[in-house]
T-cell receptor, first 114, second 112 residues
Framework: GAVVSQHPSWVICKSGTSVKIECRSLDFQATTMFWYRQFPKQSLMLMATSNEGSKATYEQGVEKDKFLINHASLTLSTLTVTSAHPEDSSFYIC??????????FGSGTRLTVV | GQQVMQIPQYQHVQEGEDFTTYCNSSTTLSNIQWYKQRPGGHPVFLIQLVKSGEVKKQKRLTFQFGEAKKNSSLHITATQTTDVGTYFCAGPPNYNTDKLIFGTGTRLQVFP
């Protein structure tokens, strides 16, 4: 089945620094990938849609200058949390697939900003 | 915007008991999907329902899509400790998108 690899699994960074998270589709090409954010014991909140070769589409209320998304190839999308602050600490998950056969999620990245 | 609510928020059951979670969307859905997320893990796709009134079964799990395509349910018969996790329904916010909006989730705890 489809495999989505996400790295790193966890990261601790200092406040004010930037963190890059990678999401790769290993055995299929993904023109579209999705980035979610999940706080403890809460649901997944869609942050943005990553589109290969074009700009990402952000959901309402998500700061595009803070959460930079790049989808430079058919198998790789990256999310960069810029100038991270403690309130950005969360679980970030990417997904890819198609509505007709379901979406595959990466294993997630737990970000802690200290 | 679209809202997808699930009830109950939490459910604790004794192993062997049945469990049901209900999903309600504020808008009509072209399809609905169900995912399971184990504690500390990521969501895993379970099933997709497309047709009005559709019922699908996977071993002890039964999924239903409402006639109006605005609600759905997941029923687990004779729960096992391996069923522990959070169950999410998810659907697209409109008919012309691949995006998914996730429901609020139901966390299931099974006591042996």
């Amino acid at each position: 089945g489809a495999v989505v690899s996400q790295h790193p699994s966890w990261v601790i960074c200092k406040s004010g620094t930037s963190v890059k998270i990678e999401c790769r589709s290993l055995d299929f090409q993904a023109t579209t990938m999705f980035w979610y954010r999940q706080f403890p014991k809460q649901s997944l909140m869609l942050m943005a849609t990553s589109n290969e070769g074009s700009k990402a589409t952000y959901e309402q209320g998500v700061e595009k200058d803070k959460f930079l998304i790049n989808h430079a190839s058919l198998t790789l999308s990256t999310l960069t949390v810029t100038s991270a602050h403690p309130e950005d600490s969360s679980f970030y998950i990417c997904s890819a697939g198609h509505w007709s056969y379901g979406y595959t999620f990466g294993s997630g990245t737990r970000l802690t900003v200290v | 915007g679209q809202q997808v609510m699930q009830i109950p928020q939490y459910q604790h059951v004794q192993e062997g008991e049945d469990f049901t979670t209900y999903c309600n969307s504020s808008t009509t859905l072209s399809n609905i999907q169900w995912y399971k997320q184990r504690p500390g893990g990521h969501p895993v796709f379970l099933i997709q329902l497309v047709k009005s009134g559709e019922v699908k079964k996977q071993k002890r799990l039964t999924f239903q899509f409402g006639e109006a395509k605005k609600n759905s349910s997941l029923h687990i018969t004779a729960t096992q400790t391996t069923d522990v996790g959070t169950y999410f329904c998810a659907g697209p916010p409109n008919y012309n998108t691949d995006k998914l909006i996730f429901g609020t989730g139901t966390r299931l705890q099974v006591f042996p």
